[in-house]
């Protein structure tokens, strides 16, 4: 196993719409998801997209711990989640609802930023096995999954932000969180 190099904001990987994988077992995929997880735990992170680690394949890694996964509305679909492996993902809203919510990235260290996401969803996609994965998340799990999935359509999370005056260097929280985000979970240095 490796730790990968992660791409950072302005390199063109992160730009592009990722390849499908044609073959979920295939013995390159199986190292490239080892490498990444490893990878995704040596960095801290609750997530990673294939492109983050130069490889433009759809293919994301992502946990739920235990004490993120009661961010947000809660409900069944916050349960803490193992580790996971999407090859191939979609992701369809369960609601119009939108929650505003900190999130980070390991392509974009160092900041933070507020970002609407929907708060309940439905996901699928395969397995390294080459079974299907279908399941609805909420709170954190729906956030992280979003987040990741946007890697793969070459979205990064400041994109999606409604208003850049919360984007902000995870260092200068100490001064306190924006009063527009007064009573929102302040956000983790574990990056999303």
Request: charged content about 25%.
């Amino acid at each position: 196993m490796a730790i990968l190099k992660i791409a950072r904001m302005g390199h063109p990987v992160l730009r592009q719409t990722a390849t499908p994988v044609e073959d979920p077992a295939a013995p390159r995929i199986r190292a490239l998801i080892r490498n990444m997880v490893e990878t995704m735990h040596d960095a801290n992170g609750a997530g990673l997209a294939a492109p983050q680690v130069h490889v433009p394949l759809r293919v994301v890694v992502f946990h739920v711990p235990e004490d993120r996964a009661d961010e947000g509305d809660g409900g069944e679909g916050a349960a803490a989640q193992p580790l996971t492996v999407l090859i191939n993902p979609e992701i369809e809203p369960l609601t119009a609802d939108t929650e505003l919510g900190w999130e980070g990235c390991l392509s974009v260290p160092g900041l933070v930023g507020a970002v609407p996401r929907f708060t309940k969803i439905r996901y699928g996609g395969f397995a390294p096995d080459g079974s299907r994965i279908e399941r609805e998340a909420e709170g954190f799990h729906a956030r992280v999954v979003q987040h990741e999935c946007d890697h793969l359509d070459g979205i990064l999370y400041p994109q999606r932000m409604t208003d850049l005056s919360l984007l902000l260097f995870q260092e200068e929280l100490r001064h306190g969180v924006p009063e527009a985000m007064q009573g929102a979970e302040e956000p983790e240095a574990e990056a999303v």
